[in-house]
């Protein structure tokens, strides 16, 4: 199969979009990439839950109208909440996804020594390494016929492998078939190496059991994602005055050619154009960590990343350049979503329908 141009449908397309018959909720939100990836397969995401304000604005800047957005802590939501807020009874919901938040276990991170504690998040402390659990509570809860799971793929590594074996056999206990993959983001059609581990769950009364997508054969390069980047073709974005380098880092700019990363500080990147782009981090370019513009001595604009992360170029990002950034790095692509999404729809919930309605 020949590679197809890059694109993401805008956000009035994806509005457009004719329902498909199935109905999603969505915790740990974030921004919506995952929730933006369900919409682009067709699904209505009925109910989505965000704690961390700044990600919450922007959630609620891009949902339908029919979404009911709730803010609290995932403590204190029950299940007989969502139910009631959805109008359905346990058993009767589509597809329950989540992304519980990550940082526990993140390889670029502390991991293990912040287990149990309570750490700054984004704009709000709270305890991470525990919310699975939470997640799991509700699906037991509300009983959907599948749900899908998101987390860094540093979760099935190292000593993180037995919170994954407990959080495996936790998901299971709720009555469900559950099956667990780490998929790479630059296999499902984004410009961009991100590895997620991806669990799925189907209920274990429907028979069927849960299926990741296949890679496609193809992939898309920076290049593909930003086709002015060499200077061709003129840049669409204003060039923010954010995307200035602090001095240490005009400093190292030159000392390492696209393609390579920088040896003093980690991670700092300058990305291949024939290549997708190397893991967007949470962090805008800073010293520690982050991808920059590989011919322009500078940080990538946000409508770059949108384009490199696979979001719509009207989508919607809230607050400075900094907390834009950060809501792109956190996120599931939504186009990396969209093919799980279509995947769940096609090869299990559509055979769900059929068994039933033969």
């Not at 274990?204 to 920076?222: F, K, M, R, S, W």
């Not at 800073?286 to 384009?307: Q, S």
Request: hydrophobic share 35%; with cysteine; net charge positive.
């Amino acid at each position: 199969m020949s590679k197809p141009p890059y694109r993401v449908m805008s956000m009035e397309e994806i509005k457009s979009l004719p329902w498909n018959g199935f109905y999603a909720i969505s915790t740990f939100s974030g921004c919506g990439g995952s929730s933006l990836g369900y919409r682009m397969a067709g699904f209505r995401v009925l109910w989505a839950s965000e704690f961390i304000d700044a990600a919450r604005e922007c959630y609620i800047a891009n949902k339908a109208p029919y979404t009911i957005v709730d803010g609290r802590d995932i403590r204190n939501v029950k299940h007989e909440d969502i139910l009631e807020a959805i109008k359905m009874k346990p058993g009767e919901l589509d597809l329950f996804d989540g992304s519980p938040p990550c940082a526990s276990f993140s390889t670029a991170g502390k991991r293990e020594s912040n287990w149990g504690k309570v750490k700054k998040y984004s704009d709000k402390a709270q305890r991470t390494d525990d919310l699975f659990f939470e997640f799991a509570r509700l699906v037991r809860g509300v009983q959907p016929k599948v749900f899908v799971a998101e987390n860094v793929s540093g979760l099935v590594k190292g000593t993180a492998k037995g919170y994954f074996l407990e959080i495996l056999k936790e998901l299971k206990s709720c009555g469900y078939s559950v099956k667990c993959r780490v998929l790479d983001a630059q296999w499902l059609g984004v410009p961009q190496m991100r590895q997620r581990t991806i669990f799925v769950g189907v209920r274990n009364d429907l028979g069927i059991e849960p299926v990741h997508p296949e890679p496609l054969t193809y992939q898309y390069t920076v290049r593909d994602a930003i086709p002015w980047i060499e200077g061709k073709v003129e840049n669409p974005f204003e060039l923010e005055k954010d995307t200035k380098f602090p001095p240490c880092i005009e400093r190292e700019y030159d000392n390492f050619k696209v393609g390579e990363a920088s040896e003093k500080y980690f991670s700092l990147v300058k990305p291949s154009l024939s290549l997708p782009c190397p893991t967007v981090t949470q962090k805008a370019g800073t010293p520690a960590a982050g991808v920059v513009h590989p011919l322009e001595k500078r940080k990538f604009t946000i409508g770059e990343i949108k384009r490199i992360c696979a979001f719509p170029d009207d989508f919607i990002l809230t607050g400075t350049y900094a907390q834009k950034w950060e809501r792109c790095g956190r996120a599931v692509p939504p186009v990396m979503m969209s093919h799980i999404a279509e995947t769940i729809r096609d090869r299990i919930l559509r055979r769900i329908d059929d068994a039933r309605n033969p």
